[in-house]
Protein backbone atom coordinates (compact mmCIF):
# COMPACT_ATOMS: atom_id res chain seq x y z
CA UNK A 1 0.00 0.00 0.00
CA UNK A 2 1.44 3.78 -1.02
CA UNK A 3 1.31 6.32 1.51
CA UNK A 4 -0.94 8.17 -0.85
CA UNK A 5 -1.32 11.70 -0.12
CA UNK A 6 -4.60 12.00 -1.12
CA UNK A 7 -5.45 9.89 1.40
CA UNK A 8 -6.32 11.94 4.90
CA UNK A 9 -5.16 8.50 6.64
CA UNK A 10 -3.23 5.57 5.61
CA UNK A 11 -3.01 2.52 7.90
CA UNK A 12 -0.65 -0.31 7.09
CA UNK A 13 0.11 -3.27 8.76
CA UNK A 14 -0.88 -1.85 11.80
CA UNK A 15 -0.67 -4.01 15.05
CA UNK A 16 -1.72 -2.56 18.60
CA UNK A 17 -0.66 -5.46 21.38
CA UNK A 18 -0.93 -4.58 25.34
CA UNK A 19 0.13 -6.55 27.97
CA UNK A 20 -2.82 -7.86 29.88
CA UNK A 21 -1.23 -8.64 34.12
CA UNK A 22 -2.94 -11.01 35.71
CA UNK A 23 -3.53 -10.93 39.84
CA UNK A 24 -1.40 -7.57 39.97
CA UNK A 25 1.28 -8.91 37.89
CA UNK A 26 1.95 -12.01 40.65
CA UNK A 27 1.13 -14.39 38.04
CA UNK A 28 3.05 -12.80 34.86
CA UNK A 29 1.13 -11.55 32.08
CA UNK A 30 -0.73 -11.84 29.10
CA UNK A 31 -0.13 -10.04 25.81
CA UNK A 32 -3.56 -9.23 24.11
CA UNK A 33 -3.34 -8.18 20.11
CA UNK A 34 -6.15 -5.90 20.42
CA UNK A 35 -5.30 -4.97 16.74
CA UNK A 36 -3.50 -7.40 14.43
CA UNK A 37 -1.78 -7.12 10.74
CA UNK A 38 -4.64 -4.10 10.15
CA UNK A 39 -4.04 -2.25 6.34
CA UNK A 40 -6.90 0.49 5.74
CA UNK A 41 -7.02 3.91 4.13
CA UNK A 42 -9.43 6.73 4.43
CA UNK A 43 -9.60 9.39 2.19
CA UNK A 44 -11.11 12.63 1.75
CA UNK A 45 -14.67 13.25 2.41
CA UNK A 46 -14.80 9.56 2.99
CA UNK A 47 -17.03 7.91 5.98
CA UNK A 48 -15.70 4.19 7.08
CA UNK A 49 -18.33 2.63 10.06
CA UNK A 50 -16.12 -0.20 11.56
CA UNK A 51 -18.81 -2.90 13.41
CA UNK A 52 -17.50 -5.69 15.60
CA UNK A 53 -18.50 -7.21 18.84
CA UNK A 54 -17.66 -5.65 22.28
CA UNK A 55 -13.76 -6.00 22.28
CA UNK A 56 -13.13 -6.76 18.41
CA UNK A 57 -10.49 -3.46 18.50
CA UNK A 58 -12.30 -1.40 16.63
CA UNK A 59 -12.10 1.51 19.02
CA UNK A 60 -8.20 0.89 19.55
CA UNK A 61 -7.73 0.95 15.55
CA UNK A 62 -10.19 4.19 15.69
CA UNK A 63 -7.25 5.42 18.33
CA UNK A 64 -4.41 4.43 16.23
CA UNK A 65 -5.91 6.43 12.92
CA UNK A 66 -6.27 9.76 14.37
CA UNK A 67 -2.47 9.30 16.23
CA UNK A 68 -4.15 8.64 19.91
CA UNK A 69 -3.08 5.00 20.39
CA UNK A 70 0.86 4.43 19.31
CA UNK A 71 0.64 1.41 17.01
CA UNK A 72 3.46 -1.92 18.66
CA UNK A 73 3.97 -2.46 14.83
CA UNK A 74 3.35 -1.11 11.34
CA UNK A 75 2.48 2.90 10.18
CA UNK A 76 -0.02 5.36 10.42
CA UNK A 77 0.42 8.36 7.99
CA UNK A 78 -1.11 11.46 7.64
CA UNK A 79 -1.17 12.69 4.03
CA UNK A 80 1.39 10.63 3.51
CA UNK A 81 3.37 11.73 6.53
CA UNK A 82 4.51 9.31 9.47
CA UNK A 83 2.59 10.86 12.90
CA UNK A 84 4.59 8.71 15.08
CA UNK A 85 8.00 10.20 13.63
CA UNK A 86 6.84 13.34 13.76
CA UNK A 87 5.68 13.42 16.90
CA UNK A 88 9.24 11.81 18.07
CA UNK A 89 10.92 14.75 15.71
CA UNK A 90 8.73 17.57 16.87
CA UNK A 91 11.72 19.29 19.28
CA UNK A 92 14.39 18.89 16.38
CA UNK A 93 11.70 20.50 13.58
CA UNK A 94 10.21 22.91 16.00
CA UNK A 95 14.27 23.86 16.17
CA UNK A 96 15.68 23.77 13.17
CA UNK A 97 11.86 23.74 10.93
CA UNK A 98 11.21 22.26 7.81
CA UNK A 99 8.87 23.86 5.21
CA UNK A 100 7.98 20.41 3.36
CA UNK A 101 7.16 18.92 7.02
CA UNK A 102 3.54 18.62 8.55
CA UNK A 103 4.17 20.06 12.10
CA UNK A 104 2.58 17.55 14.89
CA UNK A 105 0.31 20.18 16.25
CA UNK A 106 -1.04 20.76 12.79
CA UNK A 107 -1.59 16.85 12.50
CA UNK A 108 -3.57 16.79 15.73
CA UNK A 109 -5.18 19.58 14.83
CA UNK A 110 -6.64 17.81 12.05
CA UNK A 111 -7.56 14.24 13.85
CA UNK A 112 -10.20 15.14 16.34
CA UNK A 113 -12.35 12.83 17.78
CA UNK A 114 -16.50 12.55 19.30
CA UNK A 115 -16.34 10.33 23.07
CA UNK A 116 -19.29 7.65 23.50
CA UNK A 117 -20.36 9.89 26.38
CA UNK A 118 -20.54 13.43 25.63
CA UNK A 119 -20.92 14.45 29.59
CA UNK A 120 -17.72 13.34 30.48
CA UNK A 121 -15.83 14.39 28.00
CA UNK A 122 -16.85 18.13 29.29
CA UNK A 123 -16.03 19.84 32.21
CA UNK A 124 -18.59 19.91 34.17
CA UNK A 125 -17.41 23.28 35.58
CA UNK A 126 -17.05 25.07 32.35
CA UNK A 127 -19.62 26.65 30.89
CA UNK A 128 -20.48 25.47 26.91
CA UNK A 129 -18.88 28.57 26.08
CA UNK A 130 -15.80 28.26 28.06
CA UNK A 131 -15.46 24.85 26.75
CA UNK A 132 -15.72 25.87 23.40
CA UNK A 133 -13.43 28.64 23.51
CA UNK A 134 -10.57 27.02 24.96
CA UNK A 135 -9.43 24.93 22.06
CA UNK A 136 -10.15 28.42 20.03
CA UNK A 137 -7.31 30.05 22.31
CA UNK A 138 -5.19 27.38 21.76
CA UNK A 139 -5.40 27.11 17.97
CA UNK A 140 -5.83 30.63 16.92
CA UNK A 141 -4.57 32.71 20.13
CA UNK A 142 -4.83 35.91 18.31
CA UNK A 143 -8.46 36.12 17.69
CA UNK A 144 -10.43 38.28 20.12
CA UNK A 145 -12.87 37.40 22.64
CA UNK A 146 -15.91 38.76 20.48
CA UNK A 147 -14.47 36.75 16.94
CA UNK A 148 -14.37 33.69 19.57
CA UNK A 149 -18.20 34.39 20.53
CA UNK A 150 -19.35 34.38 17.16
CA UNK A 151 -17.73 31.77 16.05
CA UNK A 152 -19.35 30.02 18.77
CA UNK A 153 -22.91 31.02 18.78
CA UNK A 154 -22.55 30.27 15.08
CA UNK A 155 -21.83 26.87 14.94
CA UNK A 156 -24.70 26.22 18.16
CA UNK A 157 -27.03 27.60 15.76
CA UNK A 158 -26.05 25.64 12.66
CA UNK A 159 -26.09 22.42 14.71
CA UNK A 160 -29.57 23.51 16.08
CA UNK A 161 -29.27 24.70 19.45
CA UNK A 162 -31.02 27.88 19.66
CA UNK A 163 -30.98 30.66 20.72
CA UNK A 164 -27.34 30.03 20.89
CA UNK A 165 -26.74 32.70 23.72
CA UNK A 166 -28.91 30.79 26.08
CA UNK A 167 -26.98 27.09 25.37
CA UNK A 168 -23.67 28.93 26.00
CA UNK A 169 -24.51 29.99 29.03
CA UNK A 170 -25.32 26.68 30.47
CA UNK A 171 -23.38 23.86 32.04
CA UNK A 172 -23.14 20.45 30.53
CA UNK A 173 -25.92 18.98 33.27
CA UNK A 174 -28.32 21.65 31.97
CA UNK A 175 -28.07 20.16 28.51
CA UNK A 176 -30.18 16.74 27.12
CA UNK A 177 -27.69 14.03 25.99
CA UNK A 178 -28.17 14.81 22.47
CA UNK A 179 -27.39 18.63 23.17
CA UNK A 180 -24.33 17.15 24.59
CA UNK A 181 -23.40 14.99 21.52
CA UNK A 182 -24.11 18.52 19.61
CA UNK A 183 -21.59 20.17 21.71
CA UNK A 184 -19.05 17.75 21.56
CA UNK A 185 -19.92 17.77 17.73
CA UNK A 186 -18.98 21.02 17.54
CA UNK A 187 -15.80 21.27 19.70
CA UNK A 188 -14.72 18.81 17.14
CA UNK A 189 -15.51 20.73 14.31
CA UNK A 190 -13.94 23.99 15.65
CA UNK A 191 -10.81 22.64 14.92
CA UNK A 192 -11.81 22.13 11.12
CA UNK A 193 -10.47 18.54 11.34
CA UNK A 194 -9.86 16.69 8.71
CA UNK A 195 -11.15 13.22 9.86
CA UNK A 196 -13.53 12.81 12.99
CA UNK A 197 -13.21 10.38 15.24
CA UNK A 198 -16.56 8.99 15.92
CA UNK A 199 -16.35 6.21 18.43
CA UNK A 200 -19.72 4.90 19.31
CA UNK A 201 -21.28 8.38 19.29
CA UNK A 202 -24.63 8.10 18.82
CA UNK A 203 -25.05 5.21 20.99
CA UNK A 204 -26.45 6.40 24.28
CA UNK A 205 -29.12 7.96 22.17
CA UNK A 206 -32.48 7.59 21.78
CA UNK A 207 -33.49 5.70 17.95
CA UNK A 208 -35.18 9.19 16.30
CA UNK A 209 -31.94 11.13 18.19
CA UNK A 210 -29.68 8.60 16.19
CA UNK A 211 -30.93 9.42 13.06
CA UNK A 212 -31.24 13.53 13.46
CA UNK A 213 -27.57 13.17 14.84
CA UNK A 214 -26.40 11.13 11.78
CA UNK A 215 -28.04 13.41 9.61
CA UNK A 216 -26.49 16.39 11.11
CA UNK A 217 -22.69 14.71 10.68
CA UNK A 218 -23.39 13.98 7.11
CA UNK A 219 -25.03 17.95 6.74
CA UNK A 220 -21.47 18.81 8.41
CA UNK A 221 -19.76 16.83 6.31
CA UNK A 222 -20.30 18.49 3.09
CA UNK A 223 -20.02 21.92 5.01
CA UNK A 224 -16.90 21.33 6.28
CA UNK A 225 -15.34 18.73 4.25
CA UNK A 226 -14.58 16.28 6.99
CA UNK A 227 -13.83 12.45 6.54
CA UNK A 228 -15.58 10.37 9.61
CA UNK A 229 -14.54 6.97 11.12
CA UNK A 230 -17.59 5.55 12.98
CA UNK A 231 -17.29 3.19 15.49
CA UNK A 232 -20.34 1.12 16.27
CA UNK A 233 -21.47 -2.00 17.64
CA UNK A 234 -25.10 -1.80 15.31
CA UNK A 235 -25.01 -2.49 11.93
CA UNK A 236 -28.06 -0.48 11.33
CA UNK A 237 -26.81 2.68 12.10
CA UNK A 238 -23.30 2.04 10.07
CA UNK A 239 -25.84 1.16 7.11
CA UNK A 240 -27.95 4.14 7.55
CA UNK A 241 -24.81 6.40 7.87
CA UNK A 242 -22.55 4.89 5.23
CA UNK A 243 -25.67 4.63 2.53
CA UNK A 244 -25.99 7.98 2.45
CA UNK A 245 -22.88 9.02 1.72
CA UNK A 246 -21.78 6.24 -0.38
CA UNK A 247 -19.10 5.16 2.23
CA UNK A 248 -17.17 1.65 3.37
CA UNK A 249 -18.60 -0.62 5.57
CA UNK A 250 -15.43 -2.33 7.69
CA UNK A 251 -16.30 -5.37 9.97
CA UNK A 252 -13.45 -6.76 12.93
CA UNK A 253 -13.33 -9.66 14.64
CA UNK A 254 -10.79 -10.39 17.25
CA UNK A 255 -7.96 -7.40 16.33
CA UNK A 256 -8.36 -8.09 12.44
CA UNK A 257 -10.43 -6.42 9.85
CA UNK A 258 -12.11 -9.23 8.01
CA UNK A 259 -14.16 -7.70 5.52
CA UNK A 260 -14.22 -3.76 3.92
CA UNK A 261 -16.17 -2.77 1.04
CA UNK A 262 -19.26 -0.59 -0.12
CA UNK A 263 -22.06 -0.67 2.10
CA UNK A 264 -24.68 -1.69 0.10
CA UNK A 265 -22.08 -4.42 -1.37
CA UNK A 266 -21.21 -5.69 2.18
CA UNK A 267 -24.77 -6.04 3.45
CA UNK A 268 -25.77 -7.64 -0.03
CA UNK A 269 -23.37 -9.85 -0.49
CA UNK A 270 -21.21 -10.63 2.29
CA UNK A 271 -17.74 -12.21 2.26
CA UNK A 272 -17.04 -13.19 5.40
CA UNK A 273 -19.52 -15.33 7.86
CA UNK A 274 -19.04 -13.34 9.97
CA UNK A 275 -20.67 -10.49 8.66
CA UNK A 276 -23.40 -12.98 8.22
CA UNK A 277 -23.56 -13.51 11.96
CA UNK A 278 -23.59 -9.81 12.42
CA UNK A 279 -26.71 -9.72 9.63
CA UNK A 280 -28.42 -11.88 11.35
CA UNK A 281 -27.92 -10.75 14.41
CA UNK A 282 -30.16 -7.12 12.95
CA UNK A 283 -33.17 -8.63 11.84
CA UNK A 284 -34.18 -5.26 10.67
CA UNK A 285 -31.63 -5.39 8.05
CA UNK A 286 -31.99 -9.38 7.04
CA UNK A 287 -34.72 -11.39 6.88
CA UNK A 288 -33.45 -14.66 9.22
CA UNK A 289 -35.47 -17.11 6.99
CA UNK A 290 -35.27 -20.62 8.45
CA UNK A 291 -32.89 -19.80 10.70
CA UNK A 292 -33.39 -19.27 14.52
CA UNK A 293 -30.18 -20.23 15.75
CA UNK A 294 -27.64 -17.98 15.28
CA UNK A 295 -25.60 -18.90 12.12
CA UNK A 296 -22.44 -20.32 14.20
CA UNK A 297 -21.28 -23.04 16.13
CA UNK A 298 -20.19 -21.57 19.29
CA UNK A 299 -21.48 -18.10 20.89
CA UNK A 300 -18.59 -17.63 22.94
CA UNK A 301 -15.49 -15.16 21.78
CA UNK A 302 -12.10 -16.86 21.90
CA UNK A 303 -9.70 -15.33 24.30
CA UNK A 304 -7.96 -12.40 22.62
CA UNK A 305 -4.49 -12.65 24.54
CA UNK A 306 -4.80 -16.21 23.08
CA UNK A 307 -6.35 -16.41 20.02
CA UNK A 308 -7.04 -19.28 17.66
CA UNK A 309 -4.96 -20.51 15.17
CA UNK A 310 -5.40 -19.91 11.42
CA UNK A 311 -8.52 -18.29 10.73
CA UNK A 312 -9.66 -16.58 14.13
CA UNK A 313 -13.51 -17.41 13.01
CA UNK A 314 -12.80 -20.96 12.81
CA UNK A 315 -14.20 -21.66 16.20
CA UNK A 316 -17.49 -20.41 15.39
CA UNK A 317 -17.60 -20.68 11.49
CA UNK A 318 -19.99 -23.41 10.52
CA UNK A 319 -18.52 -23.53 7.44
CA UNK A 320 -14.94 -23.99 8.50
CA UNK A 321 -12.57 -26.84 7.34
CA UNK A 322 -9.14 -27.97 8.50
CA UNK A 323 -7.19 -25.91 6.67
CA UNK A 324 -9.09 -23.29 8.44
CA UNK A 325 -7.37 -24.47 11.89
CA UNK A 326 -3.84 -23.84 10.26
CA UNK A 327 -3.74 -21.07 7.29
CA UNK A 328 -4.55 -17.56 7.71
CA UNK A 329 -6.84 -15.77 4.89
CA UNK A 330 -5.97 -12.71 3.50
CA UNK A 331 -8.61 -10.36 2.54
CA UNK A 332 -8.98 -10.46 -1.42
CA UNK A 333 -10.83 -8.36 -3.57
CA UNK A 334 -11.39 -5.13 -5.37
CA UNK A 335 -13.20 -2.61 -3.67
CA UNK A 336 -15.21 -5.14 -1.46
CA UNK A 337 -12.23 -7.35 0.21
CA UNK A 338 -13.65 -10.56 2.33
CA UNK A 339 -10.90 -12.70 4.61
CA UNK A 340 -12.22 -16.38 3.54
CA UNK A 341 -10.41 -19.18 1.70
CA UNK A 342 -14.63 -19.66 -0.15
CA UNK A 343 -13.76 -16.24 -1.83
CA UNK A 344 -11.12 -18.57 -3.61
CA UNK A 345 -12.41 -21.19 -5.88
CA UNK A 346 -9.49 -22.44 -6.42
CA UNK A 347 -8.17 -22.77 -2.45
CA UNK A 348 -7.19 -25.56 -1.09
CA UNK A 349 -10.14 -24.99 1.19
CA UNK A 350 -12.33 -27.20 -0.91
CA UNK A 351 -10.76 -30.01 -0.48
CA UNK A 352 -10.42 -29.79 3.01
CA UNK A 353 -12.32 -32.30 5.35
CA UNK A 354 -15.35 -30.08 7.46
CA UNK A 355 -13.79 -29.38 11.14
CA UNK A 356 -16.36 -32.01 12.74
CA UNK A 357 -19.21 -30.69 15.58
CA UNK A 358 -22.46 -32.22 16.88
CA UNK A 359 -24.18 -28.87 16.05
CA UNK A 360 -23.64 -28.20 12.50
CA UNK A 361 -26.00 -25.92 9.87
CA UNK A 362 -24.28 -24.57 7.13
CA UNK A 363 -24.70 -20.55 5.84
CA UNK A 364 -24.81 -21.12 2.08
CA UNK A 365 -24.60 -24.05 -0.04
CA UNK A 366 -22.43 -24.46 -2.79
Not at 26 to 51: C, F
Amino acid sequence: MSADTDHVVAMENVEVHFDNERMFGLLGSDTVRAVDDVSLTIPENDVVALVGESGCGKTTLGKTAIGVQRPTDGTVRYRGQDIWATKDDQGLLSRNGSADRIAWSEIRRSLQMIHQDPGSSLNSNYTIESALSDPLKKQEPGMSREDRRARIYGLLEYVGMTPPEDYASRYPHQLSGGEQQRVALVRALMMNPDLILADEAISALDVSLRVEMMDLMLELQEQFNTSYLFISHDLANAKYLTEKSDGRIGIMYLGELVEVGPAEEVLRNPKHPYTKVLLWASPDLNDRGELSDPPMRALDVPDPSDPPSGCRFHTRCPEAREVCREDTPELVGDDHRGACFREEDDHPYWNSPPIEDDNEFSLTTR
